[in-house]
T-cell receptor, first 112, second 112 residues
Framework: NAGVTQTPKFRVLKTGQSMTLLCAQD?????MYWYRQDPGMGLRLIHY?????TTAKGEVPDGYNVSRLKKQNFLLGLESAAPSQTSVYFC???WGQGARYTFGSGTRLTVV | QQPVQSPQAVILREGEDAVINCSSS?????VHWYRQKHGEAPVFLMI?????EQKGHEKISASFNEKKQQSSLYLTASQLSYSGTYFC?????????????FGKGTHLIIQP
């Protein structure tokens, strides 16, 4: 089925550990986004990409890095995890401005 | 700056109507509406574009007041399946596809 796939679905990290979240889409979308969702805060944009090889900072980029080496994949990295990064992370993709977003099923990350 | 949604929560009986509002301080290109059920990804409902064009769900309607930068989502004859959290997301004018800014959400509970 066409859509956005996120891996892993759940992860527990110790403070200071690193990890990479993978987002893959098969809709040939140019634009991809990483959001975090915390209780009562809605979804906040971490980083985004407007095409292969490009990335840009969103509203809450500190502590995260991203890469888009292939058009279909958008990676989110945490170099040194902190408890404040405990959250649910959603990836989304779209055709561009004015186009609907398709979201992945999310990654629930806990940092202890 | 996140758009402001109101009300924060609504409890309805099945068959009743609901209106959810979204207000932004920025000049907008579009307003998106998504519904999220607990533990799931946000699902697209509607896009309202500057100029009046609407794209989205057949059974849900919405309006966009470009002068006031406000949008409203109308849910008529609500069904149990309408329960969930509703988010508006805004695209600013002149921002390209630099990511939706989401409100904090409106929790909708439909009781039988």
């Amino acid at each position: 089925n066409a859509g956005v796939t996120q891996t892993p679905k759940f992860r527990v990290l110790k403070t200071g550990q690193s990890m990479t979240l993978l987002c893959a889409q098969d809709m040939n979308h140019e634009y991809m986004y990483w959001y975090r969702q915390d209780p009562g805060m809605g979804l906040r944009l971490i980083h985004y990409s407007v095409g292969e090889g490009t990335t840009a900072k969103g509203e809450v980029p500190d502590g995260y890095n991203v890469s888009r080496l292939k058009k279909q994949n958008f990676l989110l990295g945490l170099e040194s995890a902190a408890p404040s990064q405990t959250s649910v992370y959603f990836c989304a993709s779209s055709w561009g401005q004015g186009a609907r977003y398709t979201f992945g099923s999310g990654t629930r990350l806990t940092v202890v | 700056q996140q758009p402001v949604q109101s009300p924060q929560a609504v409890i309805l009986r099945e068959g009743e109507d609901a209106v959810i509002n979204c207000s932004s301080s920025k000049a907008l290109y579009s307003v998106h509406w998504y519904r999220q059920k607990h533990g799931e990804a946000p699902v697209f409902l509607m896009i309202l574009l500057k100029g009046g064009e609407q794209k989205g769900h057949e059974k849900i309607s919405a309006s966009f007041n470009e002068k006031k930068q406000q949008s409203s989502l109308y849910l008529t004859a609500s069904q149990l399946s309408y329960s969930g959290t509703y988010f508006c997301g805004t695209e600013r004018r002149g921002g390209g596809a630099d990511g939706l800014t989401f409100g904090k959400g409106t929790h909708l509970i439909i009781q039988p």
